[in-house]
């Protein structure tokens, strides 16, 4: 049986579900890439991109029959076009709520590829490095302040966080800080 999800995150989730089954693939693609751009930046991670470069990555949700492809390319995403249903080097192909649960960190992606929730096809090689950087992937949020508003302002903002506690609420039980890279 898998865990709930939280209520909270099933809130969350309601708009995207209901965004992906009325918007066009095209528009998704667009806006998960800038998306994914926009959350790499000040993230060790952007700079372990590199095996990944020129790989076609497909994002497959089954129950509500999206396909969100995007390219890599000099350490960012890029909106892609398939052309057919194998024009991609690796697809993830799962349910929009095991989608969710990796990318909240409900489950961690070992369990989920483990217990194929989410499938992996396509390039070995590309594939198992694309899901050990997700299993290893922490979110630095002072780094991606500081490079969107750069030091001044983003030094000034996460003195605030801090000292309203703000930072301590993403460190619950269970839930690791999130702060570089394993």
């Not at 865990?3 to 965004?19: G, H």
């Not at 990796?102 to 390039?123: K, S, V």
């Not at 299993?135 to 996460?158: N, Q, T």
Request: proline share 6%; with cysteine; charged share 30%.
């Amino acid at each position: 049986m898998q865990p709930p999800i939280p209520l909270s995150s099933r809130a969350l989730a309601l708009p995207v579900d209901t965004a992906l089954r009325v918007l066009p693939d095209a528009l998704h693609t667009r806006f998960f890439s800038i998306l994914i751009n926009h959350l790499l930046k000040g993230q060790a991670l952007a700079d372990e991109l590199g095996p990944l470069e020129n790989k076609r990555i497909c994002l497959s949700v089954a129950d509500t029959g999206n396909e969100i492809a995007f390219l890599v390319r000099a350490n960012r995403t890029h909106a892609y076009r398939c052309r057919d249903d194998r024009d991609w080097d690796v697809r993830i192909r799962g349910r929009l709520r095991d989608f969710w649960r990796l990318a909240a960190r409900i489950e961690d992606p070992d369990t989920l590829f483990f217990h194929r929730d989410l499938e992996l096809e396509g390039e070995t090689e590309a594939g198992l490095y694309l899901k050990n950087l997700l299993d290893g992937m922490e979110f630095d949020w002072e780094g991606h302040v500081r490079a969107v508003l750069g030091s001044g302002p983003g030094g000034v903002l996460i003195a605030a966080v801090r000292r309203a506690g703000l930072d301590r609420m993403a460190q619950r039980p269970g839930i690791p800080p999130a702060v570089t890279r394993r």
